[in-house]
């Protein structure tokens, strides 16, 4: 009787590679997410627009509360946060960081006082922070800020900076 071990040993490479291909490349597909509006059954001949929702991290342009993460860091209360439609591009949404909110993150003086703010300065523009990452977790109800040590006064992840403390209860 012949000896099929060697054969089975040179084959079973090839078979676990070919089954891994096949699982990545659904992995590095990033086409466009298409919807069929068919499933709103609206009436009429109304067309709804529903590209802006295909951008990864889109958010629906409103208010929302959410409980706000700095560096993986839950900051002591939520916050009414709007979120905007992109001036340039309508398929991206940005959100907007108040002056008191952004007081909480405990910056650095020299960085606190170059921040530029758009719509009449009530938020923060973006982009001028390099390196700070901003994501909403809706499913979570939380607005998740990754910003650069490098930005931050203090960096000890057990104290708050002095812009977060209170009075007390009076």
């Not at 609206?42 to 958010?59: E, M, N, P």
């Not at 001028?128 to 650069?148: C, R």
Request: proline share 5%; aromatic share 12%; glycine share 6%.
């Amino acid at each position: 009787m012949p000896d099929h071990s060697l054969f089975r040993l040179r084959i079973l490479p090839w078979c676990i590679a070919l089954a891994m291909s096949g699982s990545y490349s659904s992995v590095w597909a990033e086409d466009d997410i298409q919807f069929d509006s068919r499933f709103l059954e609206l009436k009429g001949d109304t067309k709804i627009d529903l590209k802006r929702f295909s951008s990864q991290g889109y958010v629906e342009p409103g208010k929302y509360n959410l409980q706000v993460q700095l560096n993986k860091q839950p900051l002591a209360e939520e916050y009414d946060i709007y979120w905007y439609a992109g001036e340039d591009d309508a398929s991206k949404s940005y959100a907007c960081l108040t002056p008191e909110l952004v007081a909480q993150f405990g910056l650095k003086e020299d960085v606190a006082k170059n921040l530029q703010w758009s719509h009449d300065a009530k938020c923060l523009k973006s982009g001028q922070l390099e390196g700070m990452e901003i994501k909403a977790d809706l499913s979570q109800s939380a607005l998740v800020i990754s910003l650069p040590q490098a930005y931050l006064e203090y960096t000890y992840p057990d104290w708050d900076p002095p812009s977060r403390w209170d009075d007390g209860i009076s």
